[in-house]
């Protein structure tokens, strides 16, 4: 069997032809789009993760708010509630890295101080601290791509080119984290998709044209997960929307990315090796 693609404790060192990681997301929310409430208990979201890791996870991400389209905010108190105690006890259980998704640098903080090592930034800097903590630890610091809020970034999203608006933004956002102290190596880029994007007229370029973003040199993460612009091309509710998030995970290693954060981790490992094979073949 071929050997999986490894991140390990190494978080900087992805982005090679030969290694694209596996993000296996674990969501301890009652209100996420695809998994709300199935793991909602700390027992629960640790077997969870386990399995993930089992099935081929280089990195977990641990997130206690949902940012889907429409949700609100939660309570910084509840996301810590949610989120701390299953970083704490998954660490104990897996030398697997662990990321914790927020918006938040005092979420981020704590949970950095639990076992984390890497911080997902699903609204980039908008909390300006996010870089400082990411630097005083050491962490790798994911900065997703967001414009507007969740409750309402999908109402009429507006941009003149969408990818190069993102690469620029996000550009700006990487260079704002390496002066609060945040090493070049320990940042990655996330373009974002349905983050303030039209399903169709946003998502698809910035899949398609992806190596413009790859080309900036920061590893680039891809979350194509079971979103809805796989529903609109293919009418499929979000429970069967494997079939679709395999085929843009493939696309997304063919354009470039040096890693796919997905709910499915078995099946998406099976895509990803055989996009990095042929990726491997045109290199």
Not at 121 to 127: F, H, I, S
Not at 133 to 150: D, F, K, S, T
Not at 184 to 211: C, E, M, V
């Amino acid at each position: 069997m071929p050997e999986r693609p490894a991140l390990g404790r190494d978080l900087g060192s992805g982005g090679s032809v030969e290694c694209v990681a596996l993000v296996g997301i674990v969501n301890v929310t009652p209100d996420s789009f695809h998994d709300g409430g199935r793991y909602d208990s700390v027992e629960r979201a640790v077997a969870h993760a386990l399995q993930l890791c089992e099935e081929g996870a280089d990195l977990l991400d641990v997130g206690g708010e949902s940012t889907r389209p429409g949700s609100s905010p939660v309570p910084q108190l509840e996301e810590c509630r949610r989120v701390l105690p299953v970083i704490e006890e998954l660490s104990k259980h897996t030398e697997t890295p662990i990321s914790v998704d927020t918006r938040r640098a005092a979420v981020a903080q704590e949970a950095l101080k639990r076992g984390a090592s890497a911080v997902n930034a699903v609204a980039g800097l908008r909390d300006p601290d996010l870089a400082r903590v990411c630097a005083e630890h050491g962490a790798l610091l994911i900065l997703n791509h967001m414009r507007g809020e969740p409750r309402t970034m999908q109402l009429a999203p507006r941009y003149d080119d969408v990818v190069a608006d993102v690469r620029h933004e996000l550009l700006t956002q990487a260079l704002l984290a390496q002066a609060a102290g945040v090493e070049r190596d320990r940042i990655w880029l996330d373009p974002g998709l349905g983050f303030g994007k039209d399903p169709i007229r946003h998502n698809l370029p910035l899949i398609a044209r992806l190596s413009e973003l790859a080309d900036t040199g920061y590893p680039v993460l891809v979350g194509p997960s079971h979103k809805s612009f796989l529903g609109k091309i293919t009418g499929a509710s979000f429970e069967d929307r494997l079939p679709a998030t395999l085929a843009a995970v493939a696309a997304c290693v063919l354009a470039g990315a040096s890693a796919v954060r997905v709910h499915d981790v078995g099946s998406a490992r099976e895509a990803v090796l055989v996009a990095q094979a042929i990726r491997r073949a045109r290199a």
